[in-house]
């Protein structure tokens, strides 16, 4: 795979990082600012709403543009963002915080995800995508618990300046290792725009396209919800301490990592494989985990499996995302951020409802057990993915 393919899933480790963060910072941030678990919680579907709108917008915004100078704008504008949200003592000024650095992070993942296709040959979407999100897994494996570290000993304030730090060896990479010139299909467009734009739109009147986004959000929904609520279960029902806490995220980030670089190494020629395989485990894995929270034997190996599994499966249908969008080259990416993130804002405060139940702290899970039982229903109605 090229370098600069390595550069982009640099800043998507800090991104991703400040994305799944809050998981174990929960607890802290909620008792200082003064709200309940489940509002800050609400925090992640901010940030998921602002990468969802923000897709698109700042990928037409970043249209015709140079690419090293739109994704430079947008790792500095999410530093600036972390930076404030550092030292804020309001929680309206830091859900401000987590939506404008959303816009900037779905900014960079749209255009980066457009250029990680160009970079390689049209049969290695998959490959180059399993780089670009290993940066997201590495995030879970080794920034989230460093965060959720950060969080147990100094407070949640010094993890959103850790990922402020983290930003900015990211930005000279992308200054010093990406051709300033934008990528060849935005050149191709740049002599009619405006008809180029329009028929980019155009694509997402095609159900096949529609139908691979959804079936990303479904299944990414279930991640996120499940994820973010994992902080309240191991301390809660397993009964662990709040060290525990990073072990149970290190474990699903390397359960992640695991299964994004398989699944990358199939979701350009057997995507139907993954979901067949990983839909069903899913499926029954999510329930498990509550059935079994008050095991941590049982709990943190199922943390893994779940890791795995879902971004295999979520990585894949991201993947099929732009194949399906082959036809809006310099939006593909866009559409493929806002399915991911469409998940994001629901699954979360779909979780956060579901602890007001009879389930209470579970009720996360049973949530993603449902989540992906609804996105077997949608691949069954066309089965054949590839």
Aim: net charge positive.
């Amino acid at each position: 795979m090229p370098l600069p393919l390595y550069l982009l899933a640099l800043a998507v480790f800090a991104m991703g990082t400040s994305e799944f963060m809050l998981a174990g910072l929960l607890p802290g941030l909620a008792a200082d600012l003064g709200v309940t678990v489940g509002t800050a919680g609400g925090l992640t579907s901010a940030f998921a709403v602002g990468m969802a709108v923000g897709a698109p917008l700042m990928a037409g915004l970043a249209r015709g543009r140079s690419g090293r100078g739109s994704l430079l704008g947008f790792v500095l504008v999410f530093a600036a963002a972390h930076a404030v949200g550092a030292v804020t003592t309001s929680f309206p000024v830091l859900v401000a915080t987590r939506v404008v650095a959303a816009l900037a992070n779905a900014g960079f993942l749209a255009v980066a995800l457009t250029t990680a296709a160009a970079l390689v040959p049209a049969d290695r979407k998959g490959r180059a995508l399993a780089v670009l999100l290993s940066g997201t897994t590495v995030a879970t494996v080794a920034g989230v618990p460093g965060g959720a570290v950060l969080g147990a000993l100094f407070g949640w304030r010094a993890a959103f300046w850790a990922v402020a730090l983290l930003c900015l060896p990211a930005a000279v990479g992308i200054a010093k290792g990406l051709p300033p010139v934008a990528p060849s299909t935005d050149r191709a467009a740049a002599t009619d725009p405006a008809p180029a734009l329009r028929a980019e739109l155009g694509e997402l009147r095609r159900p096949p396209l529609l139908r691979a986004m959804l079936l990303a959000a479904l299944v990414n929904a279930a991640t996120f919800g499940g994820f973010t609520f994992l902080s309240p279960v191991v301390t809660g029902p397993a009964g662990l301490g709040d060290l525990w806490v990073p072990v149970a995220l290190v474990l699903f980030g390397a359960g992640s990592f695991a299964g994004v670089t398989v699944a990358g190494r199939l979701a350009d020629r057997r995507p139907g494989l993954v979901l067949a395989v990983g839909g069903p485990l899913l499926l029954a894995g999510w329930p498990a985990l509550a059935v079994l929270a008050d095991a941590p034997g049982a709990l943190l190996p199922l943390v893994f499996l779940l890791g795995g599994l879902s971004f295999a499966v979520g990585g894949t249908l991201i993947t099929r995302v732009l194949y399906e969008a082959a036809g809006a080259p310099a939006l593909a990416g866009a559409y493929a951020t806002a399915a991911l993130n469409l998940g994001a804002t629901a699954g979360p405060l779909l979780a956060a409802a579901s602890l007001g139940t009879a389930a209470g702290d579970l009720g996360p899970f049973y949530a993603g057990g449902l989540l992906v039982a609804a996105a077997l229903l949608v691949a069954a109605v066309r089965p054949r993915l590839g």
